[in-house]
């Protein structure tokens, strides 16, 4: 059974739209986190959450905004849509914050802005 | 600000030959170092890690990795690949106080047959 859920797999968006990219981990983890892989740009941390509280955010737009209802959600907002929002976006998660701790990623959610 | 170079976008290999992937790092101490895989449509999985000890770590499917603090280092290994290695590898790095992976841009494997 996947342990990261990520959902949807794929999704397509128009210019100027909102979307919500859902995440779930079933590990038991305290921390969750967003990253980013685009065609220009590598793997790129994005958000952290802890506890359900952000840590830290690498993020200069605030089009971008976690949402966690839940200590096993991290959802990620996105609204007003550009075509360089287009990228796959990983959730991940960890049993802590701390930097050594392993963190495990989900399949991922690749989004096409038109 | 630390960062991961991966200098080799793709290799290829063929299989049974040995493997060689690079990673170099940049931070001033001695960062926590990972290495990922992906394989197509899926999610990253961890090979291995290293942050202190014997330089030469283990990790799954026979990838070592060796640790060289003195060249900035953090080589991925493996004595006989399979064509099921195929695969995207990305090093990563954390550092102390902070609870993200900082990311090469990856290496694309084809194992050949």
């Known amino acids: 059974d996947p342990k990261i859920i990520q959902k949807p797999k794929y999704l397509v968006a128009v210019t100027g739209s909102e979307k919500i990219l859902i995440c779930e981990q079933y590990?038991?983890?305290?921390?969750m986190y967003w990253y980013r892989q685009s065609a220009k740009k590598p793997l790129e941390f994005m958000f952290s959450?802890?506890?359900?509280?952000?840590?830290d955010n690498q993020t200069a737009s605030s089009r971008f905004q976690p949402q966690s209802s839940k200590k096993n959600h991290l959802d990620l907002q996105i609204t007003a849509l550009k075509p360089d929002d287009s990228a796959t976006y990983f959730c991940?998660?960890?049993?802590?914050?701390?930097?050594?701790?392993?963190?495990?990623f989900g399949p991922g959610t690749r989004l096409t802005v038109l | 600000a630390q960062s991961v170079t991966q200098p080799d976008a793709r290799v290829t290999v063929s299989e049974g030959a040995s493997l060689q992937l690079r990673c170099k790092y940049s931070?001033?101490?001695?960062?926590?170092l990972f290495w990922y895989v992906q394989y197509p449509r899926q999610g990253l999985q961890l090979l291995l890690k290293?942050?202190?000890?014997?330089?030469v770590v283990q990790g799954v499917n026979s990838f070592e990795a060796e640790f060289s603090k003195s060249n900035s280092s953090f080589h991925l290994q493996k004595a006989s690949v399979h064509w099921s290695d195929s695969a995207v590898y990305f090093c990563?790095?954390?550092?102390?106080?902070?609870?993200?992976?900082?990311f090469g841009k990856g290496t694309v494997l084809l194992v050949s047959p």
């Open positions: 990563a790095l954390s550092i102390p106080g902070y609870n993200k992976l900082t």
């Open positions: 931070y001033s101490a001695t960062p926590y």
């Open positions: 991940a998660s960890s049993q802590d914050p701390s930097y050594y701790a392993e963190q495990f």
């Open positions: 959450y802890s506890y359900q509280k952000l840590m």
């Open positions: 590990l038991g983890h305290n921390a």
């Open positions: 290293y942050y202190s000890g014997d330089p």
